[in-house]
């Protein structure tokens, strides 16, 4: 990495892995906890993130964003703020449903969040465009000097890497980094980590 360029860097993290009871459960923008192993893996980033003892932390306020920022801060004597723009997809009713019960009531219908990014609303929740646009927002309003560490969500994180990069919603996915994964985000550039 280039260390001239932190005075504009953003390192989007993404959430350590969540209690095993909501693998395969659609939980999105429900507040839901860490298990063990995303507990112990925060710790692990606390430790390789200490290094930047002059970054700003924010983290999305839902606790499995919050148990990691709040220990890098505390570690970094630092304050970590919330930003509610950073949480996850709002995805209404389908919230802590199975996605294989999902399927089977909506079929294929989930693939409209790609298709129909600026009109459909999964389990009447948020379209795929006003996700984006709060991520979008929150990024625009970031002061320009500095390194900033953000603990967030999968998918905030693929909008704002899929926008910045220009790219089609239906390649956002494959932005999604792995739980406690990071990526680094300058003016137009993205570096993974």
């Known amino acids: 990495m280039n260390m001239d360029r932190l005075n504009t860097a953003v390192m989007l993290i993404r959430h350590a892995p969540v209690a095993k009871r909501y693998h395969g459960v659609c939980y999105g923008r429900s507040d839901i906890e860490?298990?063990?192993?995303?507990?112990?893996?925060?710790?692990?980033?606390?430790?390789?993130?200490?290094?930047?003892?002059?970054?700003?932390?924010?983290?999305?306020?839902?606790?499995?964003t919050r148990f990691l920022a709040e220990r890098l801060a505390e570690r970094l004597g630092c304050p970590a703020a919330c930003c509610p723009a950073l949480q996850e997809r709002d995805f209404g009713t389908w919230e802590m449903q199975p996605w294989d019960v999902?399927?089977?009531?909506?079929?294929?219908?989930?693939?409209?969040?790609?298709?129909?990014?600026?009109?459909?609303?999964?389990?009447?929740?948020?379209t795929t465009f006003e996700m984006r646009d709060r991520v979008l927002w929150w990024f625009d309003s970031l002061p320009e000097d500095g390194l900033t560490i953000v603990v967030t969500h999968g998918g905030p994180i693929a909008s704002l890497l899929g926008t910045h990069q220009r790219l089609p919603v239906s390649d956002w996915a494959g932005l999604i980094p792995h739980c406690g994964q990071s990526v680094w985000m300058y003016k137009q550039q993205t570096e993974q980590g």
């Open 34 to 64: 860490l298990g063990d192993a995303g507990e112990r893996r925060s710790e692990e980033l606390v430790e390789e993130l200490a290094i930047w003892e002059r970054a700003r932390i924010i983290h999305s306020g839902l606790q499995r």
């Open 102 to 126: 999902i399927h089977t009531r909506h079929g294929d219908e989930i693939l409209r969040m790609i298709s129909e990014p600026d009109t459909y609303r999964p389990g009447g929740g948020e």
